[in-house]
């Protein structure tokens, strides 16, 4: 199941027991601020969640599936996210009580 931003805010009002348009606002609010930290290069880990990161990859040459040219793709930037131990344990274990009814 994909989840996405409007029904984490819905988990998010249930949660804090608080008005639709402040749980979209606090979910905006965490998304731009985890955009603006990685576009500045910091490293942000949140425990029990995981780390995100940019990494950096560098130039290399591809080939273009429709026509087998090979293409030219230079050096960037993309966001990375390695999980934590906690939530891999959690998962494997299938359950995770958050203290709000699903």
Not at 2 to 15: E, F
Not at 21 to 42: E, F, P, S, T
């Amino acid at each position: 199941m994909i989840i996405y931003g409007a029904r984490l805010a819905q988990d998010v009002k249930i949660t804090l027991n608080c008005s639709d348009a402040y749980a979209v606002q606090c979910v905006r609010a965490v998304k731009d601020a985890l955009i603006a930290r990685l576009i500045k290069g910091d490293i942000i880990n949140l425990a029990g969640l995981g780390t995100f990161r940019l990494k950096h990859v560098g130039a290399k040459r591809m080939r273009n599936l429709r026509t087998g040219a090979s293409v030219k793709v230079e050096a960037h930037r993309c966001p990375g996210w390695l999980p934590s131990l906690t939530l891999k344990r959690k998962i494997r274990a299938g359950s995770y009580d958050c203290g709000r009814a699903p």
